[in-house]
């Protein structure tokens, strides 16, 4: 073994086995997929504020990855179901927007800058931006109806015939009010769905609660969240950690909140996959249609 | 309704955290800023240069970009990382190029997500920090920022296809 390598090794040991490298670039096609008698799953990603469209791809490719890696050695009744991956986006080019006027003209980011730290919560926190942020909440368009339906909707249509697929959505920060909005609105319709066909693993939550009795995963090493904790006690208490992670001084994920992050540290990553793996088994025992 | 107005509570409260978080993290940010070096003065573009840039090769890519690809991404054990990240900025030129049109925004989003789906087979644990690299050099002025954010605004409700795993790699380009 090659100094190199023992050293990559030694070091990986002492970060965490999530730091040694995944498995081969091609993933095998789920098994249950060939079958068409198989049940289906869909899996949403919901992604939050300062998250492109581009960016909310990769976190629900990250998110598919992870959990396809782990899927062989999930509950029979797990691996007997084809899961499919879907987005459903929360547009926030416009808060975005925002965000880069306030770093170009208050802290006097270049634009290279700014797309570097966009995920890290040096700038998703700094002080220079308190008046973007005051200003939504006195903006009435910053509370999107519009959204929180198109989601419900996009659930509705995949529990009802002829999909008649178990739906389990998987929010990150701002997310998870979008997915808990929704949830109520798809249960709050006079023809509701069978109890228990959708489901919410949240990740990285500022909600006091998951709809439907879901589970969640927010780390003690979050500084976003952790601060929003500091104002409403309400906010669910932290569940997970990052470990000993670079990722927690890493410029791209300094303040503990990104969704990749979350995937890619121990033990929240094994931890939200295992929450999704229970959450599958109850949606499992549930006819959608 | 009750859900709507716990919704409409909800998400206010997401801006009102947001800002008492802002008072309670100041110092922190404050260091990390200053730790990354993201508040450092580098040499930037003219801000009158075009969105579009020089391309003297047609190929699609601003030449700056094409520069910075083949240093970063050198030798042939990178070749198939090379191209990947030369298609997802082709597709980000055409955004930026064309971001005022709903049509045309649509179909560069979707080549956009094919080029990401090519990156995740060609680096499944590395994509993320290569992604974000590579969009910084992208986006180099606030007018190409503008429109990329633009670009994205013009397809906010639609709801593009994904490939699953198996298939990213059916969406690289020779």
Known sequence: MSTNRYLGLSLSVLLGVAWLPE???QMPAQSACHNAAAPRTAIYFVNGVTTTRDEARLNGGKLELQFLHKLPTMAPAVQAMCHLFFLNINPTSGAVKDFLEAGQQRLGLTSTTFWQGLEGAGLATSGVIAQVLQRSVNNADQIDQETIQRHASAYREQIASPSCRRVLIVPHSQGNLYSNASYDEVYGQVEKPPLGALKIV?????ADAVQGGGLYRTSSTDVLISGIRLVLSGTLPANTHWGISPLLVSPAYSGGHSFIGYLTAEPSRTQILTDMESSLIALASVNPC | MIGRVHAENLLCRWCVDTVGLLMTTGVLSGLLLSCSGENSTSASPSQTESIAGMDADANGVRDDVDRYIDTTYAGQVNADLNKAVRQYAKAVQL?????????????????RFRALECLMARRPDEFHTIFVDIRAQLLNTPSRSEAYLNADDQVKTANIPLLPADQWVTACQS
């Open chain 1, 23 to 25: 498995a081969g670039a």
């Open chain 1, 202 to 206: 949240g990740v990285a939550t500022p």
């Open chain 2, 95 to 111: 955004s930026l190029v064309d971001a005022d049109s709903h049509t045309l925004s649509l179909t560069h989003a979707t080549e």
